[in-house]
Structures are given as structure tokens and as C-alpha cells.
């Protein structure tokens, strides 16, 4: 079985900070998909990055970047210069390869200080 | 490009009757999903489905769910009958033609319905 672990429920960051929001995975396929989403208040999923479990070079989409650390299974989303309106759920998911569907994490409430 | 649809976005019914959500995909994706998001959870997968055929329902209470994409466009989820515990946000997803395992597949989601069953 697949999961996905976020152990931070809640953070906090000053504007135009970076910061980190972990996730851990647990698999055993070979080939996987790790994906993290933006869930604001309005509900809507947003995607933002995409990582190939055989990629070799981490995942970057303007100022969001993954931090994949294979041997760990760790796959961390780093935001640099946080913006008001950063502020929302963020969901790890992946997608296994013996799977078709994503398996979500339970989420980091992000709040980002004036 | 017009985003995934869904409607009503909020509804409130009562324990024991029966409730329907819409969706409408992103115009040409032949994949459309359906999850349930539990407060203060990750959304779970409820079924998914490619063109109008059901690929995984697997984890579907089917007693008293029920789902179908007509034509393989829009689709419908019904709750019969509800219960206190199917108070959740749903939410409708929809990607192009599902590729090989593991390999990017973006998903694009709606707004959600969110659902409170008193």
C-alpha cells in the first residue's frame, strides 16, 4: 500500500521568506509520480510541481522547487519570497506506478505573515 | 480554456435523503475522477473514470453511492441515502488520456461541492 506522510499541520512564515513543507512517501514500485498541490480557501486544487521518481535533477516551477531526496523518500516543496497569498492548504500526493489514481497526504495549513 | 465544472457548490440535506452532484471536464479529457475530502484530510479517490467507462471504483461505498459519465463527458454523483458522516467537500478532477504508470499526468480539479448532512 502507498502512503503519504505530512507532519506539519500548521506553519508559519514571514513574507519574502522561504520555507519548506515536508513529505515523506512510502512504496514500492520503482516508477512513481510526486505532486504537489495549492488548496485555497475557494477549495479548488491547484497543481504546482511535478517530480519522476526517475528524474535526476529536482523539479523547479518559478518559486516553487522539490527537494527529492530518493533514499529517503522525501520529497519536500521549498517556496522562496512567500507571498500573501501563499497562504492556504498545501497537499503532497503520488502516483505510484502499479496505480493509476493519486494518493493524497493530509496537509500543511501555510499562513504567511505581513 | 474553460476550467472543470461543478455545481451546486454548497448543499445541505438531511440524514436518509439523497443528494446528486455535476461535473463538467475540461473539454476533450477523457479522464474524470471524483474524491472526497473529509474535513481537515487529503482528498480520496471515489472513482475514476476513462471516456465512460469505470476504470477504478474500488474504494465507492456502493450501497449508497452511485456514479455515471454519460456520453464520457459530464458526470453525475448521487448519495442514497445520505448519512452524517458523507459531510465532505467533493471534488471533481479531469486529465487528458491516463498514461503509462507513474508517468506526469496533471490532474485539473473543480471548486467543489461542499456537502453538510445535519
Known amino acids: 500500500a502507498q502512503k503519504i506522510t505530512q507532519t506539519q499541520p500548521g506553519m508559519f512564515v514571514q513574507e519574502k521568506e522561504a520555507v519548506t513543507l515536508d513529505c515523506t512517501y512510502d512504496t514500492s514500485d520503482q516508477s512513481y509520480g510526486l505532486f504537489w498541490y495549492k488548496q485555497p480557501s475557494s477549495g479548488e486544487m491547484i497543481f504546482l510541481i511535478y517530480q519522476g521518481s526517475y528524474d535526476e535533477q529536482n523539479a523547479t516551477e518559478g518559486r516553487y522547487s522539490l527537494n527529492f531526496q530518493k533514499a529517503r523518500k522525501s520529497a519536500n516543496l521549498v517556496i522562496s519570497a512567500s507571498q500573501l497569498g501563499d497562504s492556504a492548504m498545501y497537499f503532497c500526493a503520488m502516483r505510484p506506478g502499479s496505480a493509476r489514481q493519486l494518493t493524497f497526504g493530509s496537509g500543511t495549513q501555510l499562513t504567511v505573515l505581513p | 480554456e474553460a476550467g472543470v465544472a461543478q455545481s451546486p457548490r454548497y448543499k445541505i440535506i438531511e440524514k436518509r435523503q439523497s443528494v446528486a452532484f455535476w461535473c463538467n471536464p475540461i473539454s476533450g479529457h477523457a479522464t474524470l475522477y471524483w474524491y472526497q475530502q473529509i474535513l481537515g484530510q487529503g482528498p480520496k479517490l471515489l472513482i475514476q473514470?476513462?471516456?465512460?467507462?469505470?476504470?477504478?471504483d474500488s474504494q465507492l461505498p456502493k450501497d449508497r453511492f452511485s456514479a455515471e459519465r454519460l456520453k464520457g463527458v459530464d458526470s453525475t454523483l448521487k448519495i442514497q441515502p445520505a448519512k452524517l458522516e458523507d459531510s465532505a467537500v467533493y471534488l471533481c478532477a479531469s486529465s487528458p488520456l491516463a498514461r503509462p504508470s507513474g508517468a506526469y499526468n496533471e490532474q485539473f480539479f473543480g471548486p467543489g461541492t461542499r456537502l453538510t448532512v445535519l
Open positions: 473514470f476513462q471516456n465512460n467507462g469505470v476504470v477504478d
